[in-house]
């Protein structure tokens, strides 16, 4: 009989415990509070196998696969420029222009600066041009002319090209090469200067140069020249 008063105690003691354990971990706030929440083991091995690899979709790319992409890139943008060359004729004319323009105070500024006569030399035929410094090669003045040095040969863009200069007197140049001098004091002879494009007459450009000053500006089309009679001079 009292031994089992005892078996009953203990096992009252166990369910006891047992609920007590229950109660405790459907209260996570009291004990463990602070701490991370642990997943069952069942759940951490298996996400641990279902996880995928970080950065495992980036390895799908290819050298290969990065090339292609890079060349259809550079198709698109060449397609590009092309139609932009086509349907816009007048930025090549324009280009052209500023920097004829550029080139002409260049020379007319060097020769304000040195003191000295600078010349600016169109070549008709190839659609290109330079300017002829006063000084040869070992920046000495040029006693003979066909020392004299140069800055560079610059080209008009492709599809533009010089239509003509007309002089102070009224001639008009359609072949080989024009020289404009400028003097210390920056004056030139006045000077019309046509640029056209092979798209059509409605993208020429005019550049002239003044007498007195020397100074050069652009206006669009083809304009008549101001031509300046000897009674003038």
């Not at 560079?152 to 001639?171: A, C, H, N, Q, S």
């Amino acid at each position: 009989m009292g031994q089992r008063l005892l078996l009953r105690a203990a096992a009252l003691r166990q369910l006891r415990v047992r609920d007590h354990l229950l109660r405790q971990r459907r209260r996570p706030g009291r004990r463990g509070r602070g701490r991370r929440h642990q997943q069952p083991h069942h759940e951490r091995r298996g996400a641990a196998v279902t996880r995928p690899r970080a950065g495992s979709a980036r390895r799908g790319f290819t050298l290969i696969e990065i090339s292609v992409v890079v060349l259809i890139v550079a198709l698109l943008l060449t397609s590009a420029t092309v139609q932009l060359d086509r349907f816009l004729p007048s930025t090549r004319t324009e280009a052209g222009g500023r920097d004829l323009l550029s080139h002409l105070d260049l020379a007319r500024t060097h020769a304000i600066a040195k003191g000295l006569m600078y010349e600016f030399e169109f070549n008709l035929d190839e659609s290109s041009y330079r300017i002829i410094t006063p000084f040869d090669e070992d920046g000495k003045v040029a006693r003979d002319p066909e020392l004299r040095t140069d800055l560079g040969r610059r080209r008009l863009p492709g599809g533009v090209r010089f239509g003509g200069i007309v002089d102070t007197g009224g001639e008009l140049h359609e072949r080989g090469s024009y020289r404009l001098r400028f003097d210390p004091q920056g004056s030139a002879e006045a000077l019309s200067i046509y640029l056209e494009n092979v798209a059509g007459e409605a993208y020429a450009l005019t550049v002239q140069i003044s007498a007195l000053t020397g100074l050069s500006k652009i206006a669009e089309g083809k304009l008549a020249p101001v031509v300046v009679t000897e009674d003038e001079l």
